[in-house]
């Protein structure tokens, strides 16, 4: 499986609104699970790639990576999704760090 995911985190500082649950992001990764049943060191494992925090250059990237992105969905998709649960976000205070966006079954 392949997907795109927005991650919030802390960056650690003193005194930084990240301690008082504010986090920082969202930031769009690539994360690919490498089945269990292919070959090789990545058996089993998930890979990460980053692709950055603006969803424009996020989808640039995503294209030249796995064309499959853009033959599946569009920019507006990725768009919706991220405003959405940026939008959740805002209104929850227990919310995960992390949030799928766009997903890929495999083939």
């Known amino acids: 499986m392949v997907s795109v995911l927005a991650k919030w985190q802390k960056c650690g500082k003193a005194g930084c609104r990240c301690n008082e ?3 920082h992001g969202p930031y769009l990764w690539l994360v690919t699970y ?3 049943r292919q070959e090789g060191k990545l058996a ?3 890979s990460w790639k ?3 925090r603006s969803p424009e250059l996020a ?3 995503l294209g030249s990576i796995d064309a ?3 033959q599946h969905f569009n920019i507006s998709s990725l768009l919706d999704k991220l405003e959405d ?3 959740k976000r805002e209104t929850q205070v227990t919310i995960s760090r992390t949030a799928s966006l766009l997903s890929l079954p495999n083939e």
């Open 59 to 61: 989808w640039q990237k």
């Open 34 to 36: 490498h089945s269990s």
């Open 21 to 23: 649950g504010v986090f």
């Open 85 to 87: 649960i940026q939008r």
């Open 68 to 70: 499959r992105f853009k």
């Open 50 to 52: 980053y692709l950055g």
């Open 44 to 46: 089993g494992k998930y």
